[in-house]
């Protein structure tokens, strides 16, 4: 049967594919998605069945029924028989930038570039039989003959002067291809000051000024104020601020992180548009670590609905908060009425690829801590694997929409097999699924859509406390990887994160989580007074130093000499976070490093919510 597959996938991603055209007529986007999900079978799906040969009774029913079909799988359909008259070459245009923009594509070929340049799909000129007849067609488009593309006068522009951002410019050059415009900061030209260039393009460009033009052209007195842009477009340097190198950041539509110590200017920052948008929260007691992932909490919550917010809480800090912002406060215990499945899945868990597959390998790692962190062998990893299909075979027949196995109806399942290997591991894991530590055996009856979660696991004891974890781990992935369905971004706060690191399982998946989260539009925020033994962990150590957002408050002396290491802290920056108040310290964002300061007025609501400083709750 593997066999059999493997052809079926090599023929399909063959030249000679009869479906290719067909494919290709449901449009571009359909094709390569078709040819995406071929190779990844061949790839991914392949090796995974290389690797699970064994078959239930089932299995070998169902095969025989697809076996019985052999005869018609490579059967050329009647359209594909007549395709010698179907044009095989198309010429397309790529960019101007190429000298011979015009190329030639075999439609029997799969490709999605030639010579380094992708197709454009929208430039299709036109398709020939014969390759001879598309060339002379190619070379007489790429010929001095052919007529010139349109090109949009630009000389105009060069010299002029425009004010933005109460600052002014002067354009020095625009770029034929790409229609940038670059233009030089002029604002202290006759005086001390930081110029910042920036590059916009044309269009813009062009309705600034034309702005500008006609609001010089009114009355003095009906003279609106100087044009600003779009904040969305708004682009600043990394220019060096005063003394040790403190830069600031500002970008469009981000949140308030304090007061530059050296320019008094506003630090405003915008996660979403650094290469990595994980952050971590450093200081000792007292220094206002949670005060300030409350703020940039409520500041998302209340500026930002298309972003939701997750909260892991080992300490009830966050529950006041979150009860007055109309969250959900989710409490997991072995007492708790409040319970989360550790089997939900949505069909959108597995990022294109069969949800099952990924599902299995956290059954996987659960098993193995439930059973006490032990190895698992091979057999008793396929007989896992074999019963997680089959758990969720019905769940995922109905489309997702019905209601999820538990782990009872895993451990049911166990008991259903053969092999002595599942009676030992259904045995194991009867604690944590009839058992009185059952609390993650059963159907999820809390709201996990709400906005603002908040997952307060402080009454987890020691038995509980590594697999709940991983549950609560493996339930906000679930909701991660709904919002990116959803195009809706995702927040999450993880207090005293080197709890997480104490347990191999939930290190090893919050490791994997903290990497996969970029491309589903999620941020991690670790929050942690425990440095040293944070940086004790090689894998928390590798987060850290890759992690593009860091806030760092009062630090301890250890702690500020392996910081400083870690992520080269010159000695006048360390002074910022040597024996400083709360709210105090160095912030971090991409390779910049800047000295803020962060007071919030207390005779507010809003404090009173979010401050834990004894008296004041």
Known sequence: MIAHIKNYYDYCLSPNCPFIPEWKKQGEDYYREKMESLRFGREQFIPYLEQHTELTKEDETLLAEIMATESEWFRVPEEAEQSEDTPR???EQTSDAFDEPFIIRDNNVVSDTQDGRYYDIDGIYQTFNSE?????????????????????????????EITLDNRRYVIESVGKISGDVSMRDITFQNE???????????????????????????????????????????????????????????????????????????????????????????GVSGAGKSFTAKEEMTNIILTDPNADVIIIDPEREYSPLVKAMQGEVILISATSENHINAMDMNSDYGDGANPVILKSEFILSLCEQLIGGSTLGAKQKSIIDRCTASVYRHYQQGNYMGVPPTLQDFREELLKQNEPEAQEIALAIELFTDGSLN?????????????????????????????????????????????????????IFIDEIYLLFQYEYSANFLFTLWKRVRKYGAYCTGITQNVDDLLQSHTARTMLANSEFIIMLNQASTDRLELAKLLNISDLQMSYITNVGAGQGLLKVGSSLVPFVNKFPRNTELYRLMTTKFGEV
């Not at 007849?133 to 002029?160: F, H």
């Not at 402080?458 to 919002?483: A, E, F, H, W, Y």
Request: charged share 25%; proline share 4%; glycine share 6%.
């Open 89 to 91: 070459f198309t010429v």
């Open 439 to 491: 609390t993650f055996a059963k159907h999820t009856n809390v709201d996990t859509h709400s906005r603002l979660i908040c997952y307060d696991i402080l009454d987890l004891g020691k038995q509980l406390q590594p697999i709940g974890m991983l549950v609560v781990l493996d339930s906000i992935l679930n909701r991660i990887t709904q919002n990116r369905a959803k195009g809706r971004n995702t927040f």
């Open 192 to 282: 001390a000051g930081f110029p910042i260039n920036r590059v916009e393009k044309l269009p813009r460009v062009r309705e600034w000024l034309k702005a500008q033009e006609q609001a010089e052209s009114l009355p003095e007195k009906e003279k609106a104020p100087a044009v600003t842009s779009d904040r969305s477009n708004y682009r600043i340097t990394e220019d060096t601020l005063g003394i040790g190198g403190a830069k600031e950041k500002f970008k469009a539509n981000g949140v308030y992180y304090g007061q530059n110590v050296i320019s008094k200017n506003m630090i405003i920052a915008n996660r979403r548009h650094l290469l990595n948008g994980n952050s971590f929260i450093l």
């Open 132 to 160: 001879e007849e598309a060339q002379a067609v190619a070379d007489t488009l790429n010929s001095a003959e052919a007529p010139a593309p349109a090109m949009e006068q630009t000389d105009d522009l060069i010299g002029k």
